[in-house]
């Protein structure tokens, strides 16, 4: 049995004033299309598109660090320009990167939106799932607060025994199990077996993803969209917004959570899905 306590700000007597996060995944570009109007094959569709750094632990981290943390990411990247480019952005954003570069191809994510706010997203992850055991920042791991694991990290090795080592090293560990239908792909038990390998005190999960794992016993976070999510302190409703792209929201809300609680979750959220991708804004001046 996992082990059970939501995650909450450590006492102050027992760590530095500044909330350590550090998470572990992908760091990719994210190409974000917005369409004007449907898509017409063999035509140009006007639409709006922006080209930014993303992976779900690269968003977290980012988030992380806008609400006041000190966020570090673990991962795997690429020397090509879109590395160069998703590395200087997530930089830019407070996050120190740490991992192993690969003279390669780094990922990209491309998402597209349609009339109904609904995302397709093709996705090419290059060189980020070369990142291993022997890649680790092991140091960043014993002094963290918390990891925050990708669940994209455990549908593939060598990423998931890195996953499992960071795991191993840190004081406390939380998962986004990230999609249902890669754990469908890859098995759900071989995903769960996984899971519970790291031994995480929260998962985060869409209600699709939670269905896909049944049996795994921790305490959870249910991202239920535009009705807000489940926390183990009770279920919340979304604030009332305009909604301009989804993407990265459930990343905005974990480390909502992480820093400052349910409210924080929402809120950070709510931010995420008025502004068009994953990042959040950056601090004026």
Same mark, same amino acid.
């Not at 998962?203 to 269905?211: G, K, L, P, V, Y």
């Not at 068009?276 to 004026?284: D, F, S, T």
């Given at each position: 049995?996992?082990? /059970? &306590?939501?995650?909450?700000?450590?006492?102050?007597?027992?760590?530095?004033?500044?909330?350590?996060?550090?998470?572990?995944?992908?760091?990719?570009?994210?190409?974000?299309?917005? =369409?004007?109007?449907?898509?017409?094959?063999?035509?140009?569709?006007?639409?709006?598109?922006?080209?930014?750094?993303?992976?779900?632990?690269?968003?977290?981290?980012?988030?992380?660090?806008?609400?006041?943390?000190?966020?570090?990411?673990?991962?795997?990247?690429?020397?090509?320009?879109?590395?160069?480019?998703?590395?200087?952005?997530?930089?830019?954003?407070?996050?120190?990167?740490?991992?192993? +570069?690969?003279?390669?191809?780094?990922?990209?994510?491309?998402? +597209?939106?349609?009339?109904?706010?609904?995302?397709? &997203?093709?996705?090419?992850?290059?060189?980020?799932?070369?990142?291993?055991?022997?890649?680790?920042?092991?140091?960043?791991?014993?002094?963290?607060?918390?990891?925050?694991?990708?669940?994209?990290?455990?549908?593939?090795?060598?990423?998931?025994?890195?996953?499992?080592?960071?795991?191993?090293?840190?004081?406390?560990?939380?998962?986004?199990?990230?999609?249902?239908?890669?754990?469908?792909?890859?098995?759900?038990?071989?995903?769960?077996?996984?899971?519970?390998?790291?031994? =995480?005190?929260?998962?985060?999960?869409?209600?699709?993803?939670?269905?896909? +794992?049944?049996?795994?016993?921790?305490?959870?976070?249910?991202?239920?969209?535009?009705?807000?999510?489940?926390?183990?302190? /009770?279920?919340?409703?979304?604030?009332?917004?305009?909604?301009?792209?989804?993407?990265?929201?459930?990343?905005?809300?974990?480390?909502?959570?992480?820093?400052?609680?349910?409210?924080?979750?929402?809120?950070?959220?709510?931010?995420?899905?008025?502004?068009?991708?994953?990042? =959040?804004?950056?601090?004026? /001046?």
């Amino acid at each position: 049995m996992m082990s /059970g &306590m939501p995650p909450e700000p450590v006492p102050s007597a027992t760590r530095p004033t500044t909330l350590s996060i550090c998470t572990l995944g992908d760091l990719i570009l994210d190409v974000v299309v917005l =369409p004007h109007r449907p898509l017409v094959a063999d035509g140009d569709t006007p639409a709006a598109i922006r080209v930014a750094a993303g992976g779900q632990a690269a968003n977290v981290a980012a988030w992380a660090s806008a609400l006041g943390a000190h966020s570090r990411l673990i991962c795997a990247r690429g020397t090509d320009g879109g590395s160069t480019l998703a590395a200087a952005e997530l930089a830019s954003h407070g996050v120190e990167i740490g991992g192993l +570069v690969v003279d390669g191809r780094g990922g990209v994510v491309v998402s +597209v939106r349609n009339a109904h706010g609904e995302r397709t &997203m093709a996705s090419d992850r290059g060189v980020a799932t070369m990142l291993g055991p022997s890649d680790l920042e092991r140091p960043w791991l014993a002094a963290c607060d918390v990891l925050h694991v990708s669940g994209y990290c455990l549908l593939r090795q060598p990423m998931a025994d890195a996953a499992i080592e960071a795991a191993r090293l840190a004081r406390r560990v939380t998962v986004d199990l990230a999609s249902a239908h890669d754990i469908e792909l890859l098995g759900p038990r071989t995903f769960a077996a996984r899971v519970e390998a790291l031994r =995480p005190e929260l998962a985060f999960a869409t209600e699709a993803e939670r269905a896909a +794992v049944p049996d795994l016993d921790t305490k959870w976070v249910i991202k239920l969209g535009a009705r807000g999510a489940r926390f183990p302190e /009770g279920e919340y409703p979304a604030p009332d917004v305009a909604v301009l792209d989804t993407t990265g929201a459930g990343d905005a809300l974990a480390a909502g959570y992480l820093v400052g609680g349910p409210q924080r979750a929402l809120e950070a959220a709510a931010e995420c899905v008025g502004m068009v991708g994953a990042m =959040p804004r950056k601090p004026v /001046g």
